[in-house]
């Protein structure tokens, strides 16, 4: 998920190891514990000159179960050697940095693992890519109220109980919402289905996901032998069925989609993408089908998008310098959300 959630998350399990003996200084500690992982962002830049490469090196093996062991063990020596000097000789334990740590480093992964991006969980032995799609990378109701009950803790003296009790509670909330989110999931799921079933044409499979910043609004991607059929649903719709399900023609000729690269990023999308030619240029444009369609109504506004170039005998993506999106595409957007 987000920077944010992520270090919230963090800090509450560096608020739970270390509270009592150091606290506030453990919400420090945890959140920092908790944006490790995400440094691979930085670190695939350094390591790959190829924009490709880095991608698919997040959510690799920084975000690993094998990781977050190897990574407890490591960061807790280091600061444990740096917090036991002088007048705080004795107040933790190596055994302390090493939970700390260890939560905060490996909640990260498992909380990324229920949204649609995927994290690669059991490298270096496997790369597959766990993702439940029950939840968007962003939503809001998942980060605030806990944020709030961790600002609030913070108030409280380190032997106060109450100050364990708003970081439980702000766990218990943040928890159960995600239970939410796994139920809203089943069920859409049925919706689709139904609705995808009821095709003319069959289908090979099916992915369901909820839009960004909500749990409200679902997106659905069929596949067929020659394209894909997208759909929207909101629980605030009158029926348990999607209205208006839209064809994507697959396009897979305007390059080899058997070279290293393109197979990468086609094992990035799950095999739910698209190619689309450029005007007046070699480049092509891939269009990553997992992730929603800004407007509901028009095919062509699929939000994760790459827009490819040919360097030598290998592919990399274009920086990123896109139009915002319309005003139009954002109202079709919001409408669909209620239902409309």
């Known amino acids: 998920m987000d920077s944010l959630t992520q270090i919230v998350l963090g800090a509450a399990c560096g608020e739970l190891v270390l509270g009592k003996k ?186 369901v996901q909820p839009t960004i910043f909500n749990n409200v609004l679902w997106y659905g991607i069929a596949e067929t032998d020659t394209d894909y059929k997208v759909g929207f649903y909101s629980l605030l719709d009158s029926k348990a069925a999607i209205d208006t399900i839209l064809t994507i023609p697959k396009t897979r000729d305007l390059l080899n989609v058997n070279h290293p690269d393109i197979k990468t990023l086609t094992w990035f999308s799950n095999n739910y993408y698209n190619l689309v030619p450029i005007d007046s240029t070699k480049n092509v444009q891939y269009l990553d089908l997992r992730y929603p369609l800004l407007n509901p109504n028009d095919v062509s506004t699929s939000v994760f998008r790459f827009e490819l170039k040919e360097e030598g005998n290998r592919w990399d993506m274009v920086p990123f310098s896109g139009k915002p999106p319309s005003k139009k595409d954002l109202k079709e957007f919001a409408k669909r959300f209620w239902g409309i």
């Open 22 to 207: 150091i606290g506030n200084k453990a919400l420090l500690f945890g959140a920092i514990g908790g944006t490790i992982p995400d440094l691979d962002v930085f670190i695939g830049g350094w390591l790959y000159g190829n924009e490709i490469d880095a991608m698919a090196f997040h959510r690799g093996f920084m975000h690993s179960i094998l990781f977050a062991i190897l990574g407890s063990f490591l960061f807790g020596w280091i600061t444990y050697k740096l917090y036991d000097t002088k007048k705080r000789v004795g107040t933790t334990t190596f055994k302390n940095w090493i939970w700390l740590y260890f939560l905060s480093i490996f909640t990260h992964p498992i909380l990324d693992s229920f949204t649609p991006y995927g994290t690669q969980l059991f490298l270096p032995f496997s790369d597959y890519r766990v993702a439940f799609n029950n939840i968007s990378v962003v939503d809001p109701i998942y980060t605030l109220p806990f944020l709030v009950c961790l600002i609030v803790a913070m108030f409280y003296n380190r032997e106060r109980t109450r100050r364990k009790s708003w970081v439980k509670a702000g766990i218990y909330i943040s928890s159960a919402y995600m239970l939410f989110t796994l139920g809203n999931k089943i069920y859409v799921d049925s919706v689709f289905k139904e609705s995808f079933d009821k095709m003319e044409t069959s289908y090979s499979r099916y992915s």
